[in-house]
Nanobody, 120 residues
Framework: QVHLVESGGGLVQAGGSLRLSCVAS????????MGWYRQAPGHERELVAV???????NYADSVKSRFTISRDNAKNTVYLQMNSLQPEDTAVYYC??????????????WGKGSLVIVSS
């Protein structure tokens, strides 16, 4: 069982920056992928960025060149550095982790979310 706890959200003005952190705790064999999704009011949850334990990264087109995802495997922590924030980035940001819990058994976990508000 894995628990994910996000931190670092808040209120910023357009053009500002925030860094989100997510720490995974619990007992699993390994964590394959960690990443971030977001959901704005009236919108479906969408992928922001994911990173594998080997360092492969996938960004949404809307955040490329502005956001940077990174991971510290030893600390089971994933980060999202968000620069040049825009009002359309306003959303609840959710941390996710794909965990190997047993032989050929993979489970996805989600944090409770961290609110990011970007004012115009």
């Amino acid at each position: 069982q894995v628990h994910l706890v996000e931190s670092g959200g808040g209120l910023v003005q357009a053009g500002g920056s925030l860094r989100l952190s997510c720490v995974a705790s619990g007992s699993v064999w390994s964590i394959n992928e960690m990443g971030w999704y977001r959901q704005a009011p009236g919108h479906e949850r969408e992928l922001v960025a994911v990173i594998t334990d080997g360092g492969t990264i996938n960004y949404a087109d809307s955040v490329k060149s502005r956001f940077t995802i990174s991971r510290d495997n030893a600390k089971n922590t994933v980060y999202l550095q968000m620069n040049s924030l825009q009002p359309e980035d306003t959303a609840v940001y959710y941390c996710t982790a794909e965990c190997l819990e047993a032989r050929d058994y993979v489970m996805d976990y989600w944090g409770k979310g961290s609110l990011v508000i970007v004012s115009s």
